[in-house]
């Protein structure tokens, strides 16, 4: 039975906070939407950075219409603001922590990856010594297909989904990202485009995803950083 360390806690704890508000911020904003949708009202979509104070504007716009919208947009201005800020504060101590982490810069050097990922990542598997194979991630995380078996059957179905799903999540995204997102050429993206395109996004994501994730275990077992001209021996 492994016993998880302290720092491992701290970074569960330190990603988990920084998620949690940005649920929470749009928690917030889709009730905001649907309440002002009562009265009529449609807001444009939001995007990153100051487009958060676009929101707030329209918010504070739609309250002018209406006494009682006046009320109301006050004080989701007022939280919103607040939840904003709360965000972008966690977000800085989540890349300043990574920037630190000498593990975690060399897991960002993979295309795709980003602070949370490398963190939620090294807090989880805590050890890497846990698996005599790299590959062995795979199934620990739940991205292995499940095998059935029995008599004369023998086929398999879909990833297991075993393990921690919001890693699984995330490396998913990050696959996603890289598919979809990523311009920097590399032997990962080529390899993960090329597989999208023979049997499909999604299927293609989850098998980057899992991919990354012995990427991951593989350059952390090593100490070295991802190369984008050769891809560490898995």
Known sequence: MHIRSEEEY???????ASERLIRLRKDLEGHIRGVL???GIRMTGIRQGQQRQAFRDQLAAAGETDPVLRVIADGFIAAHTTLCQAV???DKAVRRK???HPVARRLMSIPGG??????SFIALVDDPGRFNRAS???AFLGLTPKRHQSGEVDWTGRVSKCGDGAMRGSLFEAASCLIRQVKRFSPLKSWAVRLAGRRGFRKAAVSTARKLAVLMLTLWKNETEYLSTKEATT
């Open 10 to 16: 701290q970074l569960r704890n330190l990603v988990g």
């Open 37 to 39: 949708k009562t009265f």
């Open 88 to 90: 972008e504060d966690l």
């Open 98 to 100: 990574a920037k630190s």
């Open 114 to 119: 980003g602070p949370v990922n490398a963190l």
């Open 136 to 138: 062995d991630v795979g």
